[in-house]
Each structure stands twice: as structure tokens, then as C-alpha cells.
T-cell receptor, first 115, second 112 residues
Framework: NAGVTQTPKFRILKIGQSMTLQCAQD?????MYWYRQDPGMGLKLIYY???????DKGEVPNGYNVSRSTTEDFPLRLELAAPSQTSVYFC??????????????FGPGTRLTVL | QKEVEQDPGPLSVPEGAIVSLNCTYS??????FMWYRQYSRKGPELLMY????GNKEDGRFTAQVDKSSKYISLFIRDSQPSDSATYLC????????????FGSGTRLLVRP
């Protein structure tokens, strides 16, 4: 059981480039989330998904897109990368949306730098 | 003003000390309170959660919520070097349970 996996671990992008951050989970969880973590700012929700084919915006969705074609995968797409998107990105999953009673499992993160 | 405030630390204590980590918040609608532990270069992991006011104990860890003061605490007894990590508080309300609001985290260092 690998849990939540994320690739790549590190990436440097030039301004204006695009990339996809991959996230996969093997726990058959319905709910998946993307967060970004900036120094001194805590975790902020970018997008979330309640199941295959269903996604919705979180707190900071601008500049990002997501898709959920399978239960296992939840990729995050950055179009036209900007320096403000330099951050650590975490993917998480949970069995239900009740985050307060159901453990949310986080991946190891992707460190992205936009220069 | 941030919705959730947390002292970034670092907090350095000797092994065996009692550690107190705290968060204050401004939104009185928050009902669910969580503590996450995050080791360096790892993802956060859920440590404890509580609903509304009161205390909850789990081994060496005690979570405390005071809704009247909008203040939550995490106590660690008999702290160990392996407790060295960043501790994030998080909270949510009944109407938007999927939207966790995180504190910025307190870095804890337990010295052997």
C-alpha cells in the first residue's frame, strides 16, 4: 500500500511554462485535495474532488486546473507559470468529506520553483 | 487579520519537558479543531481532532478547545526528540467541513 504518491519531487519552471503535478492514491478514497504551502502561511486549498468526474474550487484556484477521470488519480495543471506559484504542493485524500473525523492522508509534496 | 493565528516558533525544549502549542482564531463558526504534525520535507499527518469545546487525550498528547476565548492548545507530555516537527492547527465549520483553515505552524525542537 503506497498511500498517496506525488511526482515529481522537485521542479524548476521558467515563467510562462506549463506543467502537470501528478497525484495518485491506492486507498480507494473518494475525496482528493490539492494544497499549497508557502513559508509562514500554512496550507491553502487549491481544488478538491469528491469523486471521479467531479471537482470544485478551493480557496486559491486561480492559475490552476484539475481533472479527475479515475478514483486513483488527481493531477494538478499549472498553465503559464508565475513566480507567485513557487510553493510546496501537497495532494491529500480521504475516504469521506468529513475531514474532522476521517483522516486525511497527505503525499510527500512537490517543491516547485518558478524563475 | 488571519483567521487562524499560530506562533511560528521555533520552540526549543529539553527532552522530558511539557510542551504547550497554541492557536487563536477569529471565526466563531468553527466547530472542528485538528492538530497535524509535519516532519521536515514530509506531508502533514493528523495527530488529533476535537469537536466543539473540551479536552481530548491520546497517550502523551492532550488537545484542548476553549471556544469562549477562541483558543486551542496541544499539550505534549514527556516530550521526546522524535516529537521535533512542525505542528499545524486546522479548523472548520459545520457549513463548509471540507474547507480546512490551517495555521501557519509552530516549529518544535526537543533537545536530547
Amino acid at each position: 500500500n503506497a498511500g498517496v504518491t506525488q511526482t515529481p519531487k522537485f521542479r524548476i519552471l521558467k515563467i510562462g511554462q506549463s506543467m502537470t503535478l501528478q497525484c495518485a492514491q491506492d486507498m480507494n478514497h473518494n475525496y482528493m485535495y490539492w494544497y499549497r504551502q508557502d513559508p509562514g502561511m500554512g496550507l491553502k486549498l487549491i481544488y478538491y474532488s469528491v469523486g471521479a468526474g467531479i471537482t470544485d474550487k478551493g480557496e486559491v484556484p486561480n492559475g490552476y486546473n484539475v481533472s479527475r477521470s479515475t478514483t486513483e488519480d488527481f493531477p494538478l495543471r499549472l498553465e503559464l507559470a508565475a513566480p507567485s506559484q513557487t510553493s510546496v504542493y501537497f495532494c491529500a485524500s480521504s475516504y469521506s468529506r468529513r475531514q474532522f473525523t476521517d483522516t486525511q492522508y497527505f503525499g510527500p509534496g512537490t517543491r516547485l520553483t518558478v524563475l | 487579520q488571519k483567521e487562524v493565528e499560530q506562533d511560528p516558533g521555533p520552540l526549543s525544549v529539553p527532552e522530558g519537558a511539557i510542551v504547550s502549542l497554541n492557536c487563536t482564531y477569529s471565526n466563531s463558526a468553527f466547530q472542528y479543531f485538528m492538530w497535524y504534525r509535519q516532519y521536515s520535507r514530509k506531508g502533514p499527518e493528523l495527530l488529533m481532532y476535537t469537536y466543539s469545546s473540551g479536552n481530548k487525550e491520546d497517550g502523551r498528547f492532550t488537545a484542548q478547545v476553549d471556544k469562549s476565548s477562541k483558543y486551542i492548545s496541544l499539550f505534549i507530555r514527556d516530550s521526546q526528540p522524535s516529537d521535533s516537527a512542525t505542528y499545524l492547527c486546522a479548523m472548520s465549520g459545520m457549513d463548509s467541513s471540507y474547507k480546512l483553515i490551517f495555521g501557519s505552524g509552530t516549529r518544535l525542537l526537543v533537545r536530547p
